[in-house]
C-alpha cells in the first residue's frame, strides 16, 4: 500500500511520463501484458499510462528475484473454442513473451518456465510434432539481436534431459543458448522436456561423483550441496510459483526448489489461478507480487522490531549491572 501511494504522487508530480523499457521507450516492439477483462472499459489510449504507474508503483517495493511458471491450459484454451490444439500453444508462446516483457520491466532477473515434461511424449504424436516444430523456430526467434532476451541482457538456459529431443531442436537450443551467452542481467530457465524426479535425481548423481572422484568429502554431502548440482543452480532461490488453469497440483515441476528452505530464503509461495496460460493478465500476476512484497515488509518490520527490543534490553542489562 505504501508503494501505491508512494506511486501515486509520483504519477500525479510526473504526469504521463514512463519507466523504462515501457511503450514509449526505445522498444518499440515490446509486447505488452493485457491487464484484464474487469479492466476492458478503460479505453485503450490510457492502458500506457497506467502501464507505466503499476510498474513504477511495483518497482518502488521489493521484489522477487526469481520467478516460475506452470504454463498450464494451452490445450484447454484452443479446445473451449473448437480450435486446434496447435493454436493454443501457438498463443501460449505469445503468452509468454508478454509476461517476460512484465517481469522483466519490474526488473525481476531470473524467470523458470515448464515448457515440456518428459511425460508429454506421450501425448498426441501429431500435437509432439507440432510442439517441437515450434521449438525449432521459436527459441531462436526469441533471441534474435532486438528481440526480448537482448533488450534486456537475459541468456536462455534449455533445461532438462535434451537428448530426448529431435536432433534439430537440440541444435536450435543450442543455438538460442549461444546468441545470448554474453547476455548477464538475468536468465530464462526454459525446462524442455523436463520432470523434477529426473533432475533431483541427476543432481545426486552428480554429487556422488564429485564424492567417488575425490572433488568432494562424505560429510560435505548436504542440501546446499546437491542444490549446487540442480538444473537451475545459475539461478537465485525460488520466491514465487505460479500455476495457471486452476489446477492445484506441481506436475512434478521444481520440486526441490518450491521445498526446500535454505537459511537465507523464505519457502516459495505458491498461487494458482483460473485463466488458462495463453488467457494470463497483469490481474493475475499482481495478487503474488503484492504478497511477495507484503511479506518482504512484514518480515522487515519483524526483524526492525526484534532488533529494537534486543537494544533496549541490553541497554536495561548494562543498567541493572552499573546499579
Not at 69 to 77: A, K, Q, V
Request: include cysteine; glycine fraction near 6%.
Amino acid at each position: 500500500m505504501a508503494s501505491l501511494v508512494h506511486a501515486l504522487a509520483w504519477f500525479a508530480a510526473a504526469r504521463v511520463r514512463t519507466v523504462p523499457g515501457d511503450v514509449h521507450d526505445e522498444h518499440d516492439d515490446d509486447v505488452h501484458l493485457p491487464f484484464s477483462s474487469v479492466l476492458a472499459w478503460i479505453p485503450s489510449l490510457f492502458h500506457p499510462s497506467l502501464r507505466s504507474l503499476l510498474i513504477a508503483a511495483l518497482r518502488l517495493g521489493p521484489r522477487p528475484k526469481h520467478v516460475a511458471f506452470i504454463m498450464d491450459g494451452n490445450r484447454r484454451s484452443a479446445r473451449v473454442r473448437n480450435l486446434p490444439v496447435r493454436v493454443g500453444h501457438e498463443e501460449g508462446f505469445d503468452a509468454l513473451k508478454r509476461v517476460l516483457s512484465f517481469l522483466l520491466k519490474l526488473e525481476i532477473p531470473h524467470v523458470t518456465v515448464y515448457a515440456f515434461s518428459i511425460e508429454n511424449f506421450n501425448r498426441d504424436p501429431k500435437e509432439v510434432d507440432a510442439l517441437m516444430g515450434m521449438a525449432r523456430t521459436r527459441l531462436v526467434e526469441i533471441c534474435q539481436h532486438g528481440a526480448l532476451l537482448q533488450q534486456y541482457g537475459v541468456q536462455i538456459r534449455v533445461l532438462g534431459r535434451r537428448d530426448l529431443l529431435p536432433l534439430d531442436v537440440q541444435d536450435s537450443c543450442a543455438q538460442a543458448e549461444e546468441m545470448t551467452a554474453q547476455n548477464t542481467k538475468g536468465i530464462l530457465n526454459l525446462c524442455c522436456p523436463y520432470t523434477s524426479q529426473e533432475e533431483i535425481a541427476t543432481a545426486i548423481k552428480r554429487t556422488a561423483e564429485a564424492c567417488a572422484a575425490g572433488k568432494l568429502a562424505p560429510s560435505d554431502i548436504t542440501d546446499e550441496a546437491i542444490t549446487a548440482n540442480l538444473y537451475t543452480s545459475a539461478s537465485p532461490p525460488l520466491d514465487i510459483l505460479i500455476r495457471t488453469s486452476g489446477v492445484s497440483r506441481l506436475s512434478d515441476f521444481l520440486l526441490w526448489q518450491s521445498w526446500w528452505v535454505s537459511q537465507a530464503s523464505e519457502s516459495t509461495i505458491l498461487h494458482f489461478i483460473k485463466p488458462n496460460w495463453p488467457d494470463i493478465a497483469v490481474a493475475d500476476i499482481l495478487p503474488p507480487l503484492l504478497s511477495y512484497q507484503a511479506e518482504v515488509w512484514v518480515a522487515r518490520l519483524w526483524n526492525g522490531l526484534a532488533q529494537c527490543a534486543g537494544f533496549v534490553g541490553g541497554r536495561r542489562g548494562s543498567l541493572v549491572e552499573r546499579a
